[in-house]
C-alpha cells in the first residue's frame, strides 16, 4: 500500500508569468504581472504561436526547470528518467526530474532543479535513505519526518558542461548555462540543466523510487508505492544513451518494458528556442538518435538456446589433432 509522506497546501506556491525576448545570441527571460497560483498557473497553460523560432518576444505562463541527471553507480552512468501520470494533459510519460520554479527563486532555478531531485529521486539502502549534497552545501531531507535519512555517506550532485547559448533572468547571465526552450503548447519556458549524481561506493543493495506530488482535491500528496518505483535509468555508453530501460532494486537492474511508451517533450525535436510536441513516442525518439532497441528472446530463439546448451552436454568434445 502506498505511504504518504507528506502533505502540502496548493494556494501557497505562487509563481509568475514571464516576458521572453530570444535572439540567436541568447534569450532573456522576467517577470511579469502579478504572483499567480498553481491552478491560475494551468489555466495559462494554453498553445501559443511563434512565427521565428530564433527571434520572438512573447509572455508565456510559467518558468519550469529539469534536470537531466547522469547517475554514476558502480563504474556506469546512466540516466535518470521518472514515470508521470501528467494530470494537467491526460497523459503517462517518461520525463526528466522536473518542477515548477516559484516567484521567489525565478533568478535562481538552479536552486528549485536541485530541491526537486531531493523531492523526486530517493536512494534507499538497507540502513536508511541517502541524502546528498551539492558541492558543499546539504539538499533538504523534504520526508524526514517519515523516513530514516542516514547521515553519513551522502551523494554528491556536481554540474556538468552546459549549454553553449546563453539565458539570463533579466540583467543577470544564469549559472551553469541550462538549455532552454519555450514549450508552445503549454506556453512555458523550460529550462535543462546538466547534473551528475555520484553514488557512494560503501551504499550497498541501493534501490531507487521516484515520488511526486499530485493534487487529490485541496492538497498536493506524495506518496512512496514501493510496488510501482517509478524511476528509470537508461544506459550510457562512451556518453551515448543506449536503447535500454532499467529498474533498481536492492542492488539488481530489471529491465523496463517499453511497449506505447512515450518521453516527455524534452525529448523532442527542438527548432531553435522551440519544441511544439506535447511527448514523442519511445521509438521514434529511438530512430531519431539512431539507436536500436535491443532484441527480444522469443520463445523459439530461446527453445533453440537451451537446445544447443543440451546438444553440447551430449555430445563429446572431437579431440584435438596433435
Given at each position: 500500500m502506498p505511504r504518504t509522506l507528506i502533505r502540502k497546501n496548493p494556494s501557497n506556491f505562487k509563481t509568475l508569468p514571464l516576458f521572453v525576448e530570444a535572439t540567436p545570441e541568447g534569450l532573456t527571460y522576467q517577470s511579469v504581472g502579478m504572483p499567480l497560483n498553481f491552478a491560475q498557473t494551468l489555466q495559462r497553460r494554453k498553445p501559443v504561436a511563434v512565427a521565428d523560432a530564433e527571434r520572438f518576444?512573447?509572455?508565456l505562463a510559467n518558468l519550469g526547470v529539469s534536470v537531466r541527471l547522469t547517475l554514476h553507480w558502480q563504474n556506469r552512468d546512466?540516466?535518470?528518467?521518472?514515470?508521470q501520470r501528467r494530470q494537467d494533459?491526460?497523459?503517462?510519460?517518461?520525463?526528466?526530474i522536473s518542477g515548477y520554479v516559484p516567484a521567489h527563486e525565478l533568478n535562481i532555478p538552479l536552486h528549485t532543479a536541485i530541491q526537486e531531485i531531493a523531492e523526486e529521486c530517493l536512494l534507499e539502502t538497507p540502513e536508511g535513505w541517502l541524502?546528498?549534497?551539492?558541492?558543499?552545501?546539504?539538499?533538504?531531507?523534504?520526508y524526514a519526518t517519515a523516513l530514516h535519512y542516514r547521515e553519513a555517506l551522502p551523494f554528491r550532485l556536481t554540474p556538468l558542461s552546459g549549454s553553449a547559448r546563453p539565458v539570463r533572468c533579466a540583467n543577470l547571465q544564469?549559472?551553469?548555462r541550462p538549455r532552454a526552450y519555450v514549450h508552445l503548447p503549454t506556453a512555458s519556458l523550460q529550462l535543462i540543466y546538466d547534473l551528475r549524481l555520484d553514488v557512494p561506493k560503501e551504499a550497498k543493495n541501493?534501490?531507487?523510487?521516484?515520488?511526486?506530488?499530485?493534487?487529490?482535491?485541496d492538497q498536493l500528496v506524495a506518496r512512496l508505492d514501493r510496488k510501482r518505483p517509478d524511476l528509470y535509468l537508461m544506459p550510457l555508453q562512451d556518453g551515448q544513451p543506449l536503447a535500454e530501460l532499467y529498474t533498481l532494486k536492492k542492488g539488481h537492474l530489471y529491465p523496463a518494458g517499453t511497449r506505447g511508451l512515450y518521453l516527455a517533450e524534452?525529448?523532442?525535436k527542438q527548432d531553435g528556442w522551440l519544441v511544439r510536441d506535447e511527448r514523442i513516442r519511445w521509438k521514434d525518439w529511438l530512430r531519431q538518435q539512431?539507436?536500436?532497441?535491443p532484441e527480444k528472446a522469443t520463445g523459439l530463439s530461446r527453445l533453440r538456446g537451451k537446445a544447443k546448451q543440451l546438444l553440447k552436454k551430449i555430445v563429446p568434445r572431437k579431440a584435438a589433432r596433435p
Open positions: 518576444a512573447l509572455e546512466y540516466w535518470v528518467l521518472v514515470r494533459r491526460g497523459d503517462v510519460v517518461l520525463k526528466l541524502g546528498g549534497r551539492f558541492n558543499d552545501t546539504w539538499l533538504p531531507a523534504p544564469l549559472l551553469e541501493l534501490s531507487l523510487f521516484h515520488v511526486d506530488e499530485r493534487l487529490e482535491g524534452s525529448f523532442a539512431g539507436l536500436t532497441a
